[in-house]
């Protein structure tokens, strides 16, 4: 006799649910700078405490949240970035899935805000959220400027397992955040005003450190300079190459035409192709979508071949910015958006290897 299905609880279903969206502390952290930059902030500050085992603070000047949205805030799927599915295609915005704070809620021992808009500044709200992402409480006062202040504690509480492993490996994880942070720190490069980022931690019963610090220019050497020091810059060119790509067959058959080739603009800067410009590891590659970090496997390798065809020993090191347009990619292809699916990668691969050669460095 077969057994008995049963209904799994909501509850577990939400905490399943929201481990596939938030599974590290780079995650975690990385959600909530994307809110920041979505609601137009130019002064982003990440405090870590212990590593971020014991809280991790997010502190921005941008729009606010607005008293109507008090009560959805936390909830699952809720967002005001997407109208209808077909927004996919041109969603320009960092987040869309709604995911974000219903899964800290579930995945923390607390999670609290502080926001102000315009109108409301210089008094701002508490709210306190429960495990459900639904809102406690509102009701409390405090001075705040325009913007939002949200703060994680204790992540992965509800999960012991995972709790224990984060606590093993704190130091490890921390490292992670805070380079993923560093690409964050040169998405402005690409969207004048330019960002402000900082990044502290202090750890249990010692003083407070600064790992990141830029100070909110849109110009991305400046940014370099802030993260590495001025000598990074030593041995960088600037890039700036026109791509044609021809379009993917999907693509072509969706918008009923039968043949044409996109351009995408590839710029930003890379060191030269030298032994004396090499790195050891390949820990300063960066590649931005329409100034989204990402992770694209194939165009990495691809400008990594052509660099050791010059150079073989070491590493380049790179920050580039690909725009094309949005109905060019897929986004919406992981829960945590850093995957991201090109409709025609190859084509993107092939046409870079051709324009990066040393004559396309080399001003």
Known sequence: MAS??????????????????????????????????????TSIEVRFKDYGLKSIEVIDNGSGIKPADYESIGLKHHTSKLSSYADLESVTSFGFRGEAISSLCALAEGVTMTTATEDEAPM?????FDRNGKLARSDAKVARQRGTSVTVTNLFAPLPVRRAELSRNIKREHSKAVALLTAYAMV???NPPGVRLTVSNQPEGGKKSVQIRTDGTPNLRNNIASLWGRK???????????LDVEAESSMLKRAGLGSFSTTVHCQGVASLPTFTS???????????LNSRPCTLP????????????????????????LTLRTDAYDVNVS?????????????????????????????
């Open 4 to 41: 008995q299905i049963k209904a799994i609880p909501q509850q577990s279903v939400h905490k399943i649910t929201s481990g596939q969206v938030v599974v590290d502390l780079q995650t975690a952290v990385k959600e909530l700078v994307e809110n920041s930059l979505d609601a137009g902030a």
């Open 124 to 128: 701002g709200t508490v709210l306190e």
């Open 188 to 190: 402005p490069c690409a």
């Open 232 to 242: 990074a810059l030593d041995n960088l060119v600037d890039v700036d190459l026109q």
């Open 278 to 288: 090499s790195r050891t590891a390949a820990d300063r590659q960066f590649i931005f």
């Open 298 to 321: 194939k165009v990495t390798k691809a400008i990594s071949e052509v660099w050791h065809s010059f150079c073989v020993q070491g590493h380049g090191m790179w920050v580039l910015d």
């Open 335 to 363: 829960p945590d958006k850093r995957s991201i699916l090109l409709h025609n990668e190859d084509g993107l691969t092939t046409s870079l290897k051709v324009h990066c050669s040393v004559s396309s460095l080399i001003p």
